[in-house]
């Protein structure tokens, strides 16, 4: 069974690319560009893992976080939270939220599949 992600990216050429590699990878991609569609995508999908933007409209990440957590089927996922903000107290925010990491844009795609590889292994 392939492990699957859902990609929530309000940027359709980000959100494109990273799909492609994910599945390059052997990854079942999910994808949502905006929080509200996500979180609708991951109750009806319950991927194995999410990477998601912070600031994205109708619903952002820190709110995304708070319903993963209040969910009872979601509040197990690992959730990676991508930002091109990268200040010490935002990480620290997201981190406390329950994000299972953080990861600053521009990132290398090595190091996302990484993060990803940590966080599916943390999971178990």
């Known amino acids: 069974m392939n ?3 859902l990609l929530i990216e309000d940027r359709a050429g980000l ?3 990273l799909k492609s590699l994910l599945e390059l990878h052997d990854y079942t991609v999910y994808t949502a560009s905006n929080g509200e569609e996500g979180l609708s995508m991951a109750i ?3 991927p194995d893992l ?3 933007d912070i600031y994205m409209p109708v619903l952002n ?3 995304l976080l708070d319903k993963f957590r209040e969910h009872t089927d ?5 959730v990676l939270i991508a930002s091109a903000k990268n200040q010490e107290a935002e990480i620290d925010a997201i981190m406390q939220k329950g994000a299972a990491g953080y990861l600053s844009k521009p990132f290398v795609f090595a190091h996302l599949h990484e993060e990803i590889k ?3 292994a943390g999971k178990g």
């Open 15 to 17: 959100l494109d690319t």
């Open 44 to 46: 009806r999908h319950l």
């Open 118 to 120: 940590r966080a599916l």
């Open 3 to 5: 492990t699957s992600i």
């Open 61 to 63: 990440g820190y709110e």
């Open 74 to 78: 979601l509040c197990h996922i690992p």
């Open 50 to 52: 999410v990477i998601s």
